[in-house]
Structure formats: C-alpha cells, structure tokens
C-alpha cells in the first residue's frame, strides 16, 4: 500500500537540468523555488550551482523578470497592494533591489485607482452607520489587501468615504 507522499526522485544533472528547464518554462519562479526542487530531486553543491547558472544563461531563470510578473499579477488578478506583495516577494526569496523595482513597476494612477474601486465596493457592503466604525472597517479591509496607509486615507478622502 502506499502513503499520500511521493517518494523523492533523484535524478542525474542532466536530467534535473531538463526538468528544471521545463519546471521555469511553465511559470516564471524564483531562484530560491528552483533550488528547493533541484535539492528534491537530489542536486547539491557545485552541481545544483552549475544548473542554476545554465538556467540563468540560458534565460529559464530571471529573477527581475519573475518578481515583475509576481506583481503584476497579485496586483491585477488579486488585487494585492504593495504591502502585501512584498511580503510575498520577500518569502519567495527576492533581493530588496529586485523587489523595489517590481512593486514600483505597477503603475500608481492604476494603483490609487484599484484602492478607490476596492474602497467603494467594500463601503457598498457596509452595513455600519457610525461613521468612525465604518471608515475603521474600510481601513482595515485595505490594509489587510496590502495597501499603505497613506494612501488609504487620501483616496478615502478623495472619495468622501471617511
């Protein structure tokens, strides 16, 4: 009988360099992604070193490209803010400078657009009166999404939802 784990396949280095090519074709990942898998399948030292060079030559791995399109995405798809994607940016083991780059590679009239949008929806579900509790609710809402602050207030203001 067998359990509901796998059981690790350990692969040759050319092996792992074929799989790890196809596992950076499906989706953009990061380095840090890459090595967990190449340590799965059985790759260490100068060997997993060489794969994540040839990944890297060979343009399977870029990871300015992939915290660009990580996010693109939260920010497009689930409508994260900058907060939380860099949190996310961070877990999956981007450097700051990387990170910088792609959180402020979204688009800022894009960005106080999409708090207004979330701003509005949330309030229009709001069955608060007292003007304080439903403005902290709003708050608390978009600062759970990943958005500053600051610009909570300003668009909630801009919006006369305060």
Not at 69 to 92: C, D, E, M, P, T
Not at 135 to 150: I, R, V, W
Request: positive net charge.
């Amino acid at each position: 009988m067998k359990s509901g784990k796998q059981e690790a396949v350990l692969l040759d280095k050319k092996q792992a360099l074929a799989k790890a090519e196809s596992f950076c074709v499906y989706q953009e990942r990061s380095q840090k992604e890459v090595r967990y898998k190449l340590v799965e399948w059985g790759m260490r030292g100068d060997e997993l070193e060489e794969i994540i060079t040839d990944l890297i030559i060979n343009n399977f791995l870029n990871e300015e490209r992939f915290a660009k399109s990580y996010a693109s995405g939260k920010f497009n798809i689930k409508h994260w803010g900058r907060v939380k994607i860099k949190q996310g940016l961070k877990l999956k083991g981007v450097p700051d400078k990387i990170l910088q780059k792609a959180i402020y590679s979204i688009d800022e009239d894009d960005y106080l657009q999409t708090i207004e949008k979330l701003a509005v929806k949330k309030a229009e579900s709001l069955a608060e009166n007292d003007a304080f509790k439903r403005k902290n609710k709003l708050m608390s809402y978009l600062q759970a999404k990943g958005f500053e602050t600051d610009l909570i207030l300003l668009v909630l203001k801009a919006s006369n939802l305060n």
